[in-house]
């Protein structure tokens, strides 16, 4: 890996050779010294019916947080603040696209939740019903998923952007008793036709009883015998429903994350330990006060959304904004404009976003007010060096610490990250830091040996954590293989990694995610920094096609920065940057000059198809990508590349 020190030496604010802060290590000795005690009292922060028996029954790799006791997910979020000034203060601001607005305190959304919660059990849903919920970013969303815990459901979010396929997947899977959709959702100002999808699915799913409908989009639907419209249902609800106390191994929710082969597997999380560690690592990552305005633009359909928009921001009382729409509609600027309009005090968000706003330059971010900011971060992937200097530099105006943060669906919460509650250390741009406190992580060889500092392995973690999943849906066994096996009595996330001589950590991304090249193993992360390293280059996609010689061969799809021009000639100093940075083996075959490439709604890069693009491959599923324009453009590029005659 090349060494990004030219990056920490432009800001005299960024130290090179440094340690952990002694606050970190004690307490993060402390906590895998003795983890029963130190878990314990993180979960006293929590509000019990029943305090636990045990605080670990530890089963490898099954792990039972907190047996014996029992609480409320709902409880945590919403009543313990009901009798507080918290009360009154706005819980979810909401902003479309179109800049429409909503906000709902703490009190409202409380009676929306008991109201819903109640819509529920009339309906004849219980305690361990499973509840499929489809719908767009709106506040409709969370109140769903908390009605749900209230009374003992267990929710099942499918993101919005999936198709009638993938949500009946997923509903006969955890054999849903309810789905809650909407009539339709906005996104880059179009109708998205959700109940359309889920009338194409409901007919293959045999155990949904009722379809709830919420009015959002205003359009014509169709109301079968199943379907029922969430505001007729609202209007007779009781005002409150009692809380259902559960089993703090009980289940809150299924997710359902890809995996490289086969079906999506359900990651299962329990209640006590994943509420614990989202409190937890909440306040020593974000450092949560009352008076903070926290934007995550994550969707909920995906993790993040589900810990850091739903549930720990609202265990911690804080103010926390919303948004349904695209980063870059109607103009690249609705995070910035969000910011200011709101007060938004955090920021977390993508590095896939801020490459996309970076290759707009600097002036719209600067033509807002960003001054209420105290802290940035990112998630979801590794953040280049390239890309977090223009955060800090840019939009942090180099007064905002960055918390770039490394963790997963099956995690359930962050587990590395610099925790600014705890004490604020030197900043290294790309780095993820140190495990949060009670999170044993490491990286290892192929025999699962620690490996010496500057060498690629394998982030592992060799102790339980509270907010580990409990298992996958309906495969016990499945869990065991594909989390457990490959290290024996370690969680092994699949990602590389590395341990600097300080002790940073810094991911390297998916280790399945890897091309090689002559033998070499070159990880698609690293590639990808060295192209957006160079002036020129905003956003990089790198992936692989067969070659006879080498086994793969590279090839990189690339999106210039504004003011630069595609050309033969910039596809030369491209190249030639690669080779003196990475060097020879790293030399890209093709490299290809688009405005944009595929992604996700969640903001991946969808990588498989430009690989089959690139190999003449199938293109497969489409039904989560963002722009089709963009394999549009991405295949042009690919034959006119094929077409040009070079020297």
């Given at each position: 890996?090349?060494?990004?020190?030219?990056?920490?030496?432009?800001?005299?604010?960024?130290?090179?050779?440094?340690?952990?802060?002694?606050?970190?290590?004690?307490?993060?000795?402390?906590?895998?010294?003795?983890?029963?005690?130190?878990?314990?009292?993180?979960?006293?922060?929590?509000?019990?019916?029943?305090?636990?028996?045990?605080?670990?029954?530890?089963n490898p790799p099954f792990a039972k947080w907190f047996a014996g006791g029992k609480l409320n997910?709902?409880?945590?979020?919403?009543?313990?603040?009901?009798?507080?000034?918290?009360?009154?203060?706005?819980?979810?601001?909401?902003?479309?696209?179109?800049?429409?607005?909503?906000?709902?305190?703490?009190?409202?959304?409380?009676?929306?939740?008991?109201?819903?919660?109640?819509?529920?059990?009339d309906l004849g849903v219980k305690k361990g019903d499973r509840v499929t919920i489809y719908l767009p970013m709106v506040p409709e969303l969370p109140i769903a998923m908390l009605a749900c815990a209230r009374i003992g459901a267990i929710h099942s979010v499918v993101f919005s952007g999936f198709s009638a396929q993938?949500?009946?997947?997923?509903?006969?899977?955890?054999?849903?008793?309810?789905?809650?959709?909407?009539?339709?959702?906005?996104?880059?100002?179009?109708?998205v036709e959700l109940k359309k999808?889920?009338?194409?699915?409901?007919?293959?799913?045999?155990?949904?009883?009722?379809?709830?409908?919420?009015?959002?989009?205003?359009?014509?639907?169709?109301?079968?015998?199943?379907?029922?419209?969430?505001?007729?249902?609202?209007?007779?609800?009781?005002?409150?429903?009692?809380?259902?106390?559960?089993?703090?191994?009980?289940?809150?929710?299924?997710?359902?994350?890809?995996?490289?082969?086969?079906?999506?597997?359900?990651?299962?999380?329990?209640?006590?330990?994943?509420?614990?560690?989202?409190?937890?690592?909440?306040?020593?990552v974000f450092d949560f006060s009352k008076q903070d305005v926290f934007f995550c633009t994550a969707d909920i359909?995906?993790?993040?959304?589900?810990?850091?928009?739903?549930?720990?921001?609202?265990?911690?009382?804080?103010?926390?904004?919303?948004?349904?729409?695209?980063?870059?509609?109607?103009?690249?600027?609705?995070?910035?404009?969000?910011?200011?309009?709101?007060?938004?005090?955090?920021?977390?968000?993508?590095?896939?976003?801020?490459?996309?706003?970076?290759?707009?330059?600097?002036?719209?971010?600067n033509s807002f007010d960003l001054s209420s900011l105290r802290l940035l971060g990112t998630v979801g992937e590794p953040i280049n060096p390239e890309v977090w200097m223009w955060y800090f530099k840019t939009i942090g105006k180099e007064n905002c610490p960055i918390i770039d943060t490394w963790w997963q669906t099956e995690t359930g919460g962050i587990m590395l990250s610099m925790c600014t509650c705890i004490e604020t250390i030197p900043m290294k741009?790309?780095?993820?830091?140190?495990?949060?406190?009670?999170?044993?992580?490491?990286?290892?060889d192929e025999e699962g040996k620690p490996v010496a500092p500057g060498t690629k392995g394998y982030i592992v973690v060799r102790k339980p954590w509270p907010g580990m999943l409990l298992t996958l849906w309906g495969d016990d066994e499945k869990y065991k293989q594909v989390y457990w096996s490959r290290f024996a009595g370690t969680y092994y996330p699949g990602d590389y990694a590395l341990v600097d001589h300080d002790g940073y950590l810094w991911l390297l991304g998916r280790a399945d995610d890897v091309l090689k090249v002559a033998g070499h193993r070159l990880g698609t992360m690293e590639l990808e920094s060295a192209f957006v390293s160079h002036k020129a280059i905003a956003e990089a996609a790198v992936a692989?096609?067969?070659?006879?010689?080498?086994?793969?061969?590279?090839?990189?799809?690339?999106?210039?920065?504004?003011?630069?021009?595609?050309?033969?000639?910039?596809?030369?100093?491209?190249?030639?940057?690669?080779?003196?940075?990475?060097?020879?083996?790293?030399?890209?075959?093709?490299?290809?000059?688009?405005?944009?490439?595929?992604?996700?709604?969640?903001g991946k890069i969808m990588r498989r198809l430009l690989k089959s693009i690139a190999s003449g491959g199938q293109i497969g599923d489409i039904t989560t990508l963002e722009d089709g324009a963009a394999i549009d453009e991405v295949k042009q590029a690919y034959e006119d590349l094929k077409k040009a005659v070079r020297p």
């Open positions: 890996m090349s060494s990004p020190s030219k990056l920490y030496e432009e800001s005299g604010k960024l130290k090179l050779s440094v340690r952990p802060g002694k606050q970190l290590e004690k307490l993060s000795k402390e906590a895998l010294e003795d983890p029963d005690k130190f878990w314990a009292e993180q979960a006293r922060n929590l509000v019990w019916f029943e305090e636990w028996d045990k605080v670990l029954d530890w997910a709902s409880v945590n979020c919403l009543d313990r603040h009901i009798n507080t000034d918290t009360k009154n203060k706005a819980a979810i601001i909401w902003e479309a696209e179109n800049g429409e607005t909503r906000t709902l305190t703490y009190l409202q959304l409380y009676y929306q939740v008991n109201k819903f919660a109640n819509v529920l059990k993938a949500l009946t997947d997923r509903a006969n899977d955890a054999q849903s008793k309810v789905i809650i959709t909407a009539d339709g959702g906005m996104r880059k100002g179009r109708l999808v889920v009338d194409e699915s409901t007919g293959s799913v045999p155990s949904v009883e009722h379809v709830i409908v919420l009015r959002r989009a205003g359009n014509k639907v169709e109301m079968g015998p199943k379907d029922l419209w969430w505001h007729e249902l609202m209007e007779n609800a009781k005002a409150y429903c009692p809380p259902e106390p559960v089993e703090s191994t009980h289940p809150l929710y299924i997710l359902y994350t890809s995996g490289t082969t086969g079906k999506p597997k359900g990651v299962m999380h329990g209640t006590g330990g994943y509420l614990t560690h989202l409190y937890s690592t909440a306040k020593w359909g995906w993790v993040t959304g589900h810990s850091y928009i739903v549930y720990a921001p609202l265990m911690h009382g804080v103010t926390e904004i919303m948004y349904e729409g695209a980063p870059d509609f109607p103009k690249p600027d609705r995070y910035w404009a969000i910011v200011e309009k709101h007060g938004a005090t955090i920021l977390y968000t993508t590095p896939t976003a801020l490459r996309m706003y970076m290759k707009y330059g600097d002036s719209i971010p741009p790309g780095s993820a830091t140190f495990p949060v406190p009670g999170v044993d992580a490491a990286v290892v692989s096609k067969p070659d006879a010689t080498k086994g793969e061969s590279i090839i990189a799809f690339l999106v210039p920065k504004e003011g630069f021009e595609k050309s033969e000639q910039l596809r030369k100093e491209v190249v030639a940057h690669i080779r003196s940075t990475l060097g020879p083996i790293a030399t890209p075959d093709d490299v290809y000059f688009v405005s944009k490439l595929p992604k996700t709604r969640s």
